[in-house]
């Protein structure tokens, strides 16, 4: 055969070759698996992590920035006097089962949500509506009792997403939405599969044709799936010692952004010797919050000194409230009674973060004459079940993932069992206002209360130690809300 002929055949061949297509399906890890998959009736973050933007939408979302972005309402009117407010929805939006979305849809979710049997972890944020009118099939007309300073914001969580009447019931188990991925199937303890939605309203908005997200506890075995190939992304990775490793590795892209959680251990403030604020002031005098995040997290994370997220422009650093300083702490030991020592229990998730803190803190405490027993408790239905809903417990620890939820020390019957009418005046206070100022300086005497009155033991920020195959663009970096929004995300030639 000639060259010239050689050459010849080489050219045709390549060109009857097709063009390499990207590759269009993900697999995402995750630590915990969700105990369901509807977002608006349970409070794990692990649901939202799955649903939210994915399957399910809301009037309005949260982007990647933690801004307010239009979703199945395209604009909104608000009155002067912040009372009323006007939304006009997309139109030729679809459920995934083939109904169509409307106002009536939106009226459903929220009275749902509002409703006094209503199980939302996050009803309070629908606490302030009075009235909701729907004039015509592409209009809400949503009437407060009271200003809402946040409420546009609290609209984009997932709590507050759409769900159809006629499928709302199933939504646990089988979720239908108007997201533009729709629920495949659910091996329980292993993963859930979602395919791309074609009719999906927003017309090529998503490139993967199916995500799967399987669910991984043990740190160890994280890194192995990535290492592997058998996962393409960990946007929560549990083995913070393995990710300066992973960073030198060219196959991924490994990134410490910032999320919404502040890692607390709560006390029960009913119980003794919760209930004594020396005690607990003591305890939080024994906690070197710095070895603390280096020992648990190796060294990424900020140190908090109350319950308010770094990453919000009203933060205050109040780390030097109460610092460490076991010599103090011993003393209000002592003061309260308990100078010849004291025992207490933790009740500690199996999160890497939850398990090795609880480590820590036991020695701290063990330093100032404080017997800390850990007790390993599945999370989250066992936790759930335990702490959360019946306050077995006397000291926990747990993330606290949820956006500006400091006002969760104001709620009536939470976990904390923590009572300070000043605290709630303020929150309700700072819930009515709209000038963003006067809010803020609100948030501010809020966050200094308990920092004082230390109803948990304020640690540290959760990072967000995401890694994933560097062919990957799209993913968050940050988590300015629960999220694993894989809307935007494809792979790269």
């Keep these: 055969m000639s060259k010239r002929f050689l050459a010849a055949a080489l050219i045709v061949s390549a060109s009857v070759i097709p063009a390499y297509a990207a590759k269009t399906s993900l697999v995402i890890g995750m630590p915990i698996e969700p105990p369901g998959l509807d977002p608006t009736i349970a409070a794990p973050v692990a649901i939202r992590e799955v649903t939210w933007a994915n399957l399910y939408e809301g009037l309005v979302r949260i982007d990647r920035d933690g801004k307010v972005q239009p979703l199945l309402a395209k604009s909104w009117e608000i009155a002067p006097d912040g009372k009323t407010y006007t939304f006009r929805l997309q139109e030729g939006v679809k459920f995934h089962d083939g109904t169509t979305f409307d106002s009536a849809d939106v009226k459903f979710a929220f009275d749902r949500a509002r409703a006094p049997n209503s199980t939302n972890a996050q009803k309070q944020i629908f606490a302030p509506i009075e009235s909701i009118e729907t004039p015509d099939p592409a209009t809400v007309v949503i009437k407060l009792k009271e200003t809402s300073g946040n409420f546009l914001y609290y609209l984009g969580w997932g709590d507050a997403v759409i ?117 607990r002031r003591a305890l939080m005098h024994a906690v070197d919050r710095k070895a603390l995040v280096e020992g648990a997290y190796s060294g990424y994370g900020q140190p908090i000194g109350s319950f308010f997220s770094p990453n919000h422009p009203a933060f205050v650093d109040m780390t030097g409230v109460v610092p460490y300083d076991p010599a103090k702490a011993k003393a209000l030991l002592k003061e309260a009674g308990y100078g010849n020592g004291l025992s207490i229990t933790i009740k500690a998730p199996q999160m890497a973060y939850a398990s090795r803190s609880a480590e820590l803190l036991a020695a701290m405490f063990a330093e100032v004459g404080v017997d800390m027993k850990i007790v390993p408790t599945e999370f989250p239905a066992k936790w759930i079940e335990e702490v959360f809903k019946n306050k077995d417990y006397d000291v926990t620890i747990v993330a606290h993932t949820e956006p500006l939820d400091i006002d969760i020390f104001a709620r009536d019957n939470y976990y904390f069992n923590y009572k300070n009418d000043r605290f709630k005046t303020l929150i309700a206070e700072a819930a009515r206002t709209t000038d963003e100022k006067a809010r803020f300086a609100k948030y501010a005497e809020v966050q200094k209360i308990l920092a004082e009155d230390v109803p948990a033991l304020f640690l540290f920020q959760l990072p967000k130690l995401g890694v994933w195959n560097a062919k990957l663009k799209g993913l968050w970096e940050n988590s300015p809300v629960p999220a694993n929004d894989v809307t935007e995300v494809s792979w790269t030639d």
């Design 163 to 279: 769900v159809a009447p006629e499928t709302a019931e199933n939504n646990k188990a089988t979720p239908v939405g108007t997201g533009p991925f729709k629920f495949k199937s659910w091996t329980r303890g292993d993963r859930v599969e979602l395919v791309r939605n074609a009719d999906y309203w927003q017309k090529d908005k998503t490139k993967l044709e199916s995500v799967t997200f399987r669910f991984i506890n043990d740190p160890q075995a994280q890194v192995a799936a990535l290492r592997a190939g058998d996962v393409d992304a960990f946007p929560n990775l549990g083995a913070p010692e393995l990710f300066s490793e992973l960073k030198k590795d060219p196959r991924f892209k490994a990134v410490a952004g910032n999320t919404e959680g502040e890692i607390v251990a709560g006390m029960n403030n009913a119980k003794k010797p919760f209930d004594d604020p020396r005690v």
